[in-house]
């Protein structure tokens, strides 16, 4: 950025040396594009400056963001419960991975989801019912029908 700059300087003081605004019309085009150029020039460190300042934000975000996913996947659970996750880090509350039976995807959910109180859990995949917290059931579908089975 500094040689782009230091180049339309020297650009600028030679047009001004050879004075070129008064050799004819041809003269006074040379001056307004070196003029064009050089407010070109500020305007691309501008920008240049402005990208280096979004670079800074986006990492504080990227950071923060960071830090709050921390806190809610791995901070304190409101019932004090603790697990770890598989690198021995601690996490808070335990999850429970349910399988569709209808996508066959697997999905985990806090063991606190099971005891609120009128709760449905869906698969995030394909929308399928799988835990309904009024009947205190888990709900699996048959090929033929519906069967539940009480947890």
Known sequence: M???????????????RLDLRDSGR???????T???LREM???VEEVSNNQLELEDYVEEIDT????????VYRGDDADGEHAFWEDGSQQSGSYIELECPVCKMESSYKDTLFRQE?????CP???????DADEDMLVFHDDEDDVSRQR
């Not at 009128?118 to 869906?122: C, E, F, N, R, S």
């Open 118 to 122: 009128g709760i449905q859990l869906a």
């Open 64 to 71: 923060d963001l960071m830090s709050l996913e921390d806190n």
């Open 125 to 131: 995949h394909c929308g399928n019912r799988l835990f």
């Open 41 to 43: 020039a500020f305007d």
């Open 2 to 16: 500094a040689d782009l700059r230091r180049r339309v300087s020297q650009l600028v003081g030679m047009a001004e």
């Open 34 to 36: 070196v003029d064009i």
């Open 26 to 32: 041809q003269g006074r085009v040379l001056a307004e």
